[in-house]
Structure formats: structure tokens, C-alpha cells
């Protein structure tokens, strides 16, 4: 509760949330206030908060920290887990085991895929903008070749289908799914040591070095986390749509990046609460919902964002930047 008082940038949040809803509701006469909308933002949120989860990792890491790669270890995993369950489970009555096999699959990759990035940039030195550049597109290359081209449909299996479409208690199965991984990464980031060890990292690597922390191991198992946490959003997407296809969620990257940036994540790295990247998110599902809601262009949905992210920026960084020093009277 405290942060919710203490940090700007959080207060900023909540206060764009309740204006961005209460504009929704006044603008569509209530219809965004309907419980199925918001049981389809709940569906839609979990897909790209996940990825812009793994992107805020690789950002509190510091260095220049950022995955580009999200987006192709969520395709590849879900490719790749598609093609195993189907072989391995592909008679009837065998549900249950084609969604273990499935989920297990899609695990394993997005760990390994998330591996390599964290080789590449701890390991072998590359930046990890260029790192998980040339993985992105080893990641498609690949999901490519694995699938020929077109999407690998799954099929109706219903345990499978219940993980991207079921609901529980009247909430979203995704929505559940998203809200305990949330739970678990801010578990991780607040009250372990490697969470900790993280947040020195990216704020001070030399420093971190020279109290005993193995950065390059934080790196890789940073990294490694978040290739869990994209093939996690390839579990959901292609549950929810029974196939796999190398491009889908190809706009996600951006908006993950937008999202992490605009939840208050530092890109220079040390900084960033889980609580800004949830308003954040939330946030841009809401205004993208009513923007589709009223049957506006897709066009004013990314000028809205852009507007958004700005604001974000100049109402809580204007502070901090145009703060006068003592015995200064202004800027020179």
C-alpha cells in the first residue's frame, strides 16, 4: 500500500486507469462496463503482459538490457510443442496427456531458447540488443522450417482448449494463469536473493562484481526466466486459437516493450516495480477494448498509446529533470 502513495509514477498509473475507465464508461453509455468485456480483456491482457514481463526482466538487469526475442520463443515453443504433443498423443481420450506433453514441450524450449540468449550476452559478451536480435530471427527461421510455412493446427483437445478459453469461477483460465505468475516473478524479484542480486546488477554491475555477485550467472538465469515466461504466452496463444504459426502476435513486440517502459521500468536497468507493469498493461488493454468498442481505427489505438507513454514520462520524470540544484537559480 505503501508504494501506491510513495512512487509517482504508481499513483500515475492508478489515476490513467480510473480515468481511461470512467471515459470508456461515460463515452459507450456503460456498454464497457458489461461483465463480458471485461471477461475478454481478461482473456486478452495475460498474452502480452507476459511477454512484457520477460522484457522488464532483461531491463532491470541492466547493461542495455532487452529481449527481442520474445515474441519468436513464444511461436517456437508453441510450434515445437504442437508437433510433439501430436505425435506422441494424437489418439482419443488422450487429453489429458497431449496437454502435458504440450505445456512441458513448450517449457523446455522457451528455458533452452532463454539459455542461449543468456549465453550470448553473459558468456560470449554480445549486447543484448544485437543478441536477441539474431535470436528472433534464428527463433522464427526455425519455427519456419519446423512447420513448412503455414500453422500447425492443433485440433480440438479439451483440457488443451480449457487452458486459453475455460473459465473458472467466473475468471478466465489465462487471467488466473497470468495473476499466478505475477505472484510468483514478484516473489522472486522482492524476496529472494536473486532478486536482489538482480536489482545490483542492473544498477551497478562493477559493484555487484566486487561484493561476490556471479553476474554473468544472474544474466543467464535472467534471461533463462524469460524465455520461460514468453513460451508461458505461447501455451496461452496457441490454446486459445488450437494452432501454432511462426508469425503470430507479430505487433506484440512493441506493445511489450511499451508496456514495460511505460510501467515504469527502468531501460538503463536497477529499477522497475511489478505493480507499474500490471497498471500498465491494464491500462492499454482497457483503451485499446474501448477504442474497438466505438469502432475506431486501429491508427488513433496507436496514437493513443504513444500519447500515453508520454505522458507517463512527462508527469513523472519532469520532477527529477528540471529540479533546480542548491545555489542554482534555473537550467543554464
Known amino acids: 500500500m505503501g508504494s501506491w502513495l510513495t512512487d509517482k509514477h504508481i499513483r500515475f498509473l492508478w489515476v490513467a486507469n480510473l480515468i481511461i475507465l470512467g471515459g470508456a464508461a461515460l463515452v459507450s453509455r456503460g456498454q464497457f462496463l458489461d461483465p463480458y468485456n471485461f471477461q475478454s480483456m481478461a ?15 532483461a531491463m532491470i538487469s541492466g547493461g542495455g538490457g532487452i529481449d527481442l526475442s520474445v515474441v519468436g520463443i513464444a511461436n517456437l515453443s508453441a510450434i515445437t510443442a504442437g508437433i510433439v504433443a501430436k505425435s506422441v498423443a494424437a489418439g482419443q481420450g488422450q487429453g489429458l496427456e497431449f496437454t502435458l506433453v504440450f505445456v512441458a514441450t513448450a517449457l523446455l524450449v522457451g528455458t533452452l531458447c532463454g539459455l542461449i540468449n543468456g549465453l550470448l550476452i553473459a558468456r560470449a559478451g554480445f549486447a543484448p540488443i544485437l543478441a536477441t536480435l539474431g535470436t528472433q530471427l534464428v527463433f522464427v527461421g526455425l519455427g519456419v522450417a519446423l512447420s513448412g510455412g503455414p500453422a500447425v493446427s492443433l485440433g480440438y483437445v479439451e483440457p488443451f482448449v480449457e487452458l ?71 501455451i496461452l496463444i496457441a490454446s486459445g486459437a488450437s494452432s501454432a504459426k511462426w508469425d503470430y502476435g507479430s505487433s506484440y513486440l512493441l506493445i511489450a516493450i511499451l508496456i514495460a517502459v511505460m510501467g515504469g521500468i527502468n531501460p538503463e536497468g536497477g529499477s522497475g516495480k511489478m505493480l507499474g507493469l ?8 482497457m483503451l485499446s477494448s474501448a477504442l474497438n468498442l466505438l469502432g475506431l481505427s486501429n491508427f488513433l489505438k496507436d496514437f493513443t498509446w504513444g500519447l500515453l507513454l508520454i505522458l507517463s514520462i512527462i508527469f513523472t520524470s519532469s520532477w527529477t529533470r528540471f529540479s533546480f540544484s542548491p545555489g542554482r537559480k534555473g537550467p543554464s
Open 164 to 234: 486459453g478459453n475455460g473459465s473458472l469461477l467466473g475468471l478466465p483460465v489465462p487471467f488466473l494463469i497470468f495473476a499466478g505468475v505475477v505472484g510468483l516473478v514478484s516473489w522472486i524479484l522482492t524476496r529472494t536473493r536473486f532478486g536482489f542480486r538482480l536489482y545490483l546488477t542492473g544498477t551497478n554491475a562493477k559493484a555487484a562484481y566486487f561484493t561476490g555477485i556471479k553476474t554473468p550467472t544472474i544474466l543467464i538465469s535472467t534471461y533463462t526466466l524469460g524465455g520461460i515466461l514468453a513460451s508461458i504466452a505461447g
Open 278 to 285: 500490471v497498471l500498465a498493461a491494464v491500462a492499454l488493454q
Open 43 to 57: 482473456k486478452q491482457l495475460p498474452e502480452i503482459a507476459l511477454l512484457a514481463m520477460a522484457v522488464m526482466l
